[in-house]
């Protein structure tokens, strides 16, 4: 956990001597599992400033939101900071235009796995030196291991330290482990065809179309997403088997070499989905087949991203 | 009329209406709780959570829905609407109320749908009253509350070895004419309850004058205020029980017409075919979504158009909190509406 006032004065720093015109970071939420993203114009605004590991978001989902000549500050722990550089890769904002103050992050905290152990009235939840969580609920207080609540993503993390910030506040934490993230992938990719299928539909058959998933990830930030085009249309449009296989199945295509398993798509869920299992299979391809991880820096182009005119498959030109 | 149910008889009963009806009770699903039809050897869930994930409104408006079928030669047949008798068990009460709030929406006097009407025809609504409110609930200060009776056809009270039941309709009486009547002072201890739990819950937001601000404030800076870290995702309008926009879709491959929740936080949802958007940002849509509820509704059918129950607060994946939106705008200054 970074020293939130090291942070507060770095923020404020950048804003006072015009650096950047916002810091986009977190603050306390009204609800004890929820900080908000927040958007700190002045110094003064930065006091409400907070860091912790309920803080689900990844604030990058904001970045494309503003013109690309702001100067913008953010908060960004490992898995941001690839998703800016992936961004900034994209065209989507220039990297002069940004300044990122990096954290080292140990792990994000699923609020269902709080939940699944207090119950659903929650009043308070603070992080404790000693890795754990006391969690003060209506059913009592709870002293809860913090490894344990992390969300699966997080704790299959290869990448905790931010890349390329400006800056890093808090200790470098060790890398993740690769064959780690690997189990998931593996678990499935053992099954047979039917058993995958049933995995998938378990998972597809609760999705309402919120899109949550969609607005949370920093890589969909299509103008129009494939969903929403009327001509041609490219999948169904309702909660049908064929609607949900097109939505769960491309999007996680549209994601080939741009995700960076933050997770934010799975916390956003208000159905508890995990679809995150079809873009680690495919961030694994990436990395088996490419050599290629996405944003450990803002130059090298994802391999679906380029064509070549030796290329085998001439589709494309 | 009050009667009792003990609660190891709770089971015998559910079971008893399932010869008659299809019952729908709060069950596990993943981490949160489901109106899912009883099956053999079902496990009630409520002691995991208040309300369901998503409101049984969904039983009445599935999420995706065949209107009619038809054929690329010009026929169609429209899907029939009659359905089996069901019964709902343990709805709460905010729940309840808000199924009467979407009756003046889809059963108008020009305007019926059959889909609905015949479902909500076909449905006896047994609620389970709030002996213990939730955290995030705003009941109370929205017109509605924790034994509230709106929508029901009976409603049960937790005293503990045993419910006290109060039959609300004749649909309701048919229910429970097997129970012992309680006694007075049972029904006493129940009414104690009542006041009690809807007592404790403290009022989240000053409602007298909110839809005057509201109105006054269109043009404010408040609304890109609290938009600012919205992602303009479907959770806080498809889990409210109140909410109702849907879309109607030709799925011309199957032969379709189909209808889908949609919703204001959606961009599509008020893009028009010029390509020209009316509410081009998360600003206007935010200012929509609080509005119609506390304002348009008023106009409309002269109540909040929300029933407190919430969800919104709770599965906001950015953490906004419609309470805390709406205490802000009460401190917005009345202005007069320039012409
Ligand atoms: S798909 Fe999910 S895990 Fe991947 S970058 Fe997007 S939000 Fe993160
Ligand atoms: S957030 Fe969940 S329910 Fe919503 S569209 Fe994505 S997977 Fe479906
Ligand atoms: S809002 Fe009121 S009626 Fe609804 S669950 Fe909470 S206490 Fe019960
Ligand atoms: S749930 Fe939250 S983020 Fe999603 S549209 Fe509603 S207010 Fe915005
Ligand atoms: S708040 Fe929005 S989604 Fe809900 S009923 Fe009103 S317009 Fe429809």
Known sequence: MPDINALKAEAKRILSEGMVDIVIGFKAGDTPLHPQPAFFKTPDEVDQLVYNALCQNNLATYLTRFPKTQKIGMVVRGCESRSVNALVFEGQHPREGLYLIGVPCDGIIDWRKIVEQTGEEVFSVIEQSDNTVLVEAKSGFFTLEKETLLHESCARCIHPNPISADVVIGELLPEGDPALACEKVAAFAGLSMEERHAWFRQEAERCIRCYACREACPMCYCEECFVDHISPRWTESGTTPAGMQGWHIVRAFHQTGRCTSCGACERACPMDIKMTYLTEKLNEDMRRKYNFEVGLDATTAPPFSTVTLDDKSRFVI | MNL???????NHLLNAWRQEYEVYAPQSLQNF????PLQDGFELAFDKAHNTRIPPKALFLPTSEALLKFTRFGGYEEVPSETAPRLIFGIRPCDAHAMTMLDTVFEQERYTDPLWKARREATVVVGLGCHEPCQTGFCTTVGSGPFNHAGLDAILTDLGEIFLVETLTEKGEHLFTQLETASE???MHASEVQQAAAASMPIAFETEGLKQKLDQNFASPYWEEVSRSCLGC???TFLCPTCFCFDIVDEAQRGERVRNWDTCMFRTYSLEASGHNPRPSRVERTRQRLS??????LDQINQIGCTGCGRCVRYCPV??????????AHQLPSEVLHA
């Open chain 2, 4 to 10: 009792i149910l003990k609660k190891d008889h709770l």
């Open chain 2, 33 to 36: 709780t489901h109106f899912l």
């Open chain 2, 185 to 187: 002072d049972q029904s």
């Open chain 2, 234 to 236: 479907g959770v806080c």
């Open chain 2, 292 to 297: 119609h509820k506390y304002s348009y509704w």
């Open chain 2, 319 to 328: 953490g906004l909190d419609i309470r805390a939106m709406l205490r802000k």
